[in-house]
């Protein structure tokens, strides 16, 4: 009876008979190792410069046909000035620095964004219908951190109001304003 009468494992290392080589393709237990698909440096770079590339192909030519946001005019009329504006609590009226905005389409403009300086904004969801005159206290425009506009401040030099468009564009209105000598 054999010593050992367990067969051996395939995990066992065998010794490979001495007229076989290592390296021969046949039924040996030796791993081999799959050749792997390598780069070169100039396909490397090659293939990086086309990644940046095309998408910025792409998103010119996109601009080329389809144009910027204020290629779309807004049909609206902007003053800045004093009016008496309701006080909280219906208590009468206060006279504050105001921005009027009218809607001069015959269509609702919905979406209505205002900034002023373009950094203290006003958003308003509900749409402005034409003709529609509305009366926005300067006071309530703020920062994105939430800090209110406090009109003479600084100076409003600087007005954007976009909103959609019945076609679905965004349509822009920048008013520049000059620098009051009042500082």
Not at 29 to 34: F, G, Q
Not at 72 to 91: D, H, I, M, N, W
Not at 166 to 182: A, H, M
């Amino acid at each position: 009876m054999p010593d050992n009468p367990l067969p051996p494992s395939p995990s066992d290392p065998s010794p490979l008979p001495a007229d076989q080589p290592a390296n021969t393709v046949g039924n040996s237990d030796v791993a081999r190792l799959a050749p792997t698909p390598r780069l070169s440096a100039q396909l490397l770079t090659t293939l990086l410069v086309l990644t940046c590339l095309i998408p910025l192909i792409v998103l010119s030519g996109y601009a080329a046909f389809f144009g910027k946001a204020r290629d779309a005019s807004l049909e609206v009329e902007v003053l800045v000035g004093r009016e008496p504006v309701e006080a909280v609590g219906g208590q009468g009226a206060i006279l504050t620095d105001v921005i009027v905005l009218r809607n001069l389409t015959d269509h609702e403009l919905p979406n209505l964004t205002i900034d002023l300086n373009s950094q203290y904004y006003l958003h308003r969801q509900t749409p402005v219908q034409p003709g529609e005159r509305l009366v926005f206290p300067q006071q309530i425009f703020a920062t994105k951190s939430n800090q209110r506009w406090v009109p003479g401040r600084y100076a409003l030099t600087k007005i954007s109001v976009t909103a959609k468009l019945p076609n679905g564009r965004r349509g822009v209105k920048i008013i520049s304003l000059p620098e009051s000598d009042d500082d």
